[in-house]
């Protein structure tokens, strides 16, 4: 593709926009803003982001990664006033990150496949943390992650450390001796035992998408995308009968629900939004931020 800039002119260009949004005689929002009050607008971002992706819209995506990086310019601009780092130290740390983290690129070491790589980018990341105190090779993950995402790569993580199992069989038969002691905690009855217990199979089951080549946060948006696009027929088909959820019987309720399930699956098929559906969406939520 070809530009009128280069990237170089383009990114110096974004850079001084921020700073002159931040000026004196810049945007009073932007001015107020602090590192811990973006954070919000931060998260919200790659959440969109994540939603362009899945509806497969280039324009969307081209729109959204331009937000993330907006987020990633304010803080920096924001550390920049504040004499903390500014741009150029990001790029520079990224930058010399990245040669270390790909000898076998920027060196003479060879390394055969996509898992050798990654084995070797944990032992990286571990031997970057081993001269820091109290530090972990399994690294410091962010506990606001979703649980399920944070659990897949705390699992990613110990098994290029060696720390796993050697074959799914393995881990079918963790998932059932932690279904048992679940079932021995639902009978003592008692709460702290059965929520530990039920945080163990989940955990367990996390594993075993790990092992079967899936993302778990993903693998359960798709199953609760799907329940909630079989709901609304459920809905839809119960009005047109001219009753409501509560005025239908058990029976009734599981034979639509198969219905439902028969006639609505979405199994393999692309999110349930179209992506001109989902941008209009997004713009129309967009105008009511507080952000200008």
Not at 141 to 150: D, I, N, T, V
Not at 197 to 203: C, F, P, R, S, W
Not at 214 to 228: G, K, N, P
Not at 229 to 244: A, C, P, S, V
């Amino acid at each position: 593709m070809k530009h009128e800039k280069d990237v170089g002119e383009a990114f110096a260009d974004l850079v001084q926009i921020m700073a002159r949004l931040r000026g004196e005689n810049g945007c009073p929002w932007d001015r107020e803003q602090s590192h811990r009050s973006l954070k919000p607008f931060l998260v919200e971002e790659a959440y969109e982001l994540l939603e362009a992706i899945d509806g497969e819209d280039p324009k969307e995506m081209e729109e959204e990664l331009g937000d993330v990086l907006l987020q990633i310019l304010f803080h920096c601009q924001i550390a920049s006033e504040q004499d903390r780092f500014d741009v150029v130290n990001v790029l520079t740390h990224l930058r010399e990150k990245l040669i270390r983290r790909h000898p076998h690129v920027f060196s003479d070491s060879y390394l055969p496949d996509s898992q050798s790589v990654l084995r070797n980018w944990v032992k990286a990341k571990a031997q970057e943390r081993k001269d820091k105190e109290n530090s972990s090779p399994l690294g410091k993950l962010p506990k606001e992650m979703p649980a399920l995402m944070r659990a897949q790569r705390v699992g990613e993580r110990a098994a290029h450390l060696g720390f796993d199992w050697t074959e799914t069989k393995h881990v079918w038969d963790k998932v059932e001796e932690e279904l048992g002691e679940l079932r021995m905690a639902i009978a003592s009855r008692r709460k702290d035992r059965v929520m530990s217990e039920l945080g163990d199979v989940l955990l367990t089951l996390v594993s075993l998408s790990r092992f079967l080549k899936f993302e778990a946060e993903e693998a359960l948006t798709q199953s609760l995308d799907r329940f909630v696009e079989r709901f609304h027929y459920l809905e839809k088909d119960i009005r047109n009968r001219g009753k409501t959820i509560l005025e239908s019987s058990a029976d009734d309720l599981d034979a639509l629900w198969k219905v439902a399930k028969k006639n609505r699956s979405t199994m393999g098929k692309k999110p349930l939004s179209s992506p001109s559906t989902a941008s209009k969406r997004k713009r129309s939520v967009k105008k009511g931020r507080s952000r200008p």
